[in-house]
């Protein structure tokens, strides 16, 4: 290896299902730095097939890739229930890990993969990939920068459109998705929210979920309030009926109003509205702002597994599961649910 070159660092994937096709195994395989090492999926034939196409040397089963002692990180896109068993696994073998959200099912969970990431001594990233795109850190930037005063209340709304032929299999069956429309789209999007915001601790929360003759929700309405009352508004749902998906989010602040997508800041100025929206990176060749944040994600993922830089545990993760299993306790119950320190 000559001088200014990296080496190549070995990494596997676990779970060949639709981000590993359009995300994780397109930009890894064409990476000098990257050698994909293997694959492995419940579903043999599809993860052969996903090997050839991606110029994968190996298909394993599951216990193979992990107790394999030649590969330093994997990707885990496997069924949310499988996360967390799957990434404590990983680390206890010796290897840094990529978890596709959700980290676990449970705050407990999400703090068990911290303690075995602590003991092991690797590091683990989440499968965050807003945080990673340009629009979402130059938002971010501006709320901590004050651009708009003391954030107020935040907004999400992550709708999907309903479609003819819903998808089946283990995201309709609670006890493998840990639930609908929550934990399938408000998990993103309220990190989404609270990661622009910086976190902030969140007090209570009420919450209403529905959903016909349906082993989980469909759709899920969320009010929660921080320690320091700002409000967190949530609208998921996999039924908008509409010709397109509406994803949004909006800050409101003492000063100021910031939304995405498009990225859009406003601000008073000496009595004026003015418009303060920042110029940020235009991602290459055409690739989506999504696209792009996954590649962010994964240079920082190969960074870490080469040893280039430190993972930050995402320990926030913890308090984002005590949030959602909150709101999932209201809607149970009726009531407002106050998140205990």
Not at 83 to 99: N, P, W
Not at 109 to 126: D, F, I, P, T
Not at 144 to 166: D, K, M, Y
Not at 243 to 260: I, K, N, T
Request: proline letters at 5%; a neutral charge.
């Amino acid at each position: 290896m000559t001088a200014g070159e990296r080496r190549r660092v070995r990494i596997g994937v676990i779970g060949t299902g639709a981000t590993s096709q359009l995300m994780h195994l397109p930009i890894l395989s064409e990476r000098p730095d990257v050698d994909l090492a293997a694959v492995s999926d419940l579903d043999d034939m599809k993860a052969r097939d996903v090997a050839r196409r991606f110029g994968v040397a190996r298909v394993l089963d599951d216990d193979a890739l992990v107790a394999d002692e030649g590969i330093e990180g994997v990707v885990i896109c496997a069924p949310s229930f499988l996360h967390e068993g799957f990434a404590s696994d990983c680390l206890r073998a010796g290897k840094h890990v990529l978890v596709e959200r959700p980290l676990a099912l449970s705050a407990g969970g999400a703090r068990w993969v911290m303690e075995a990431a602590a003991e092991a001594g690797r590091g683990v990233l989440l499968g965050m990939a807003h945080r990673y795109q340009p629009d979402v850190r130059a938002f971010r930037a501006a709320v901590a920068g004050g651009v708009l005063g003391r954030p107020s209340s935040a907004r999400v709304t992550w709708l999907n459109r309903a479609v003819r032929r819903p998808r089946g299999g283990w995201r309709r069956r609670a006890l493998e998705s840990g639930g609908g429309a929550l934990m399938d789209l408000g998990v993103p999007a309220l990190d989404l929210a609270l990661w622009v915001m910086g976190y902030p601790e969140v007090e209570r929360v009420s919450a209403t979920t529905l959903g016909e003759d349906a082993d989980v929700e469909e759709e899920a309405h969320v009010h929660a309030v921080t320690r320091d009352c700002a409000t967190l508004s949530l609208a998921a749902s996999w039924r908008l009926h509409a010709p397109a998906d509406r994803h949004r989010l909006e800050v409101f602040g003492s000063e100021g109003l910031a939304s995405l997508s498009p990225l859009s800041i406003f601000r008073e100025e000496s009595g004026r509205t003015v418009d303060v929206t920042p110029r940020y990176p235009t991602p290459r060749g055409g690739e989506t702002l999504f696209a792009n944040g996954y590649r962010r994600l994964l240079d920082r993922f190969v960074a870490v597994v080469a040893g280039r830089t430190p993972a930050e545990p995402p320990a926030e993760q913890t308090a984002l599961m005590r949030l959602v299993e909150a709101a999932y306790e209201s809607a149970r119950e009726g009531r407002e649910v106050g998140l205990r320190s």
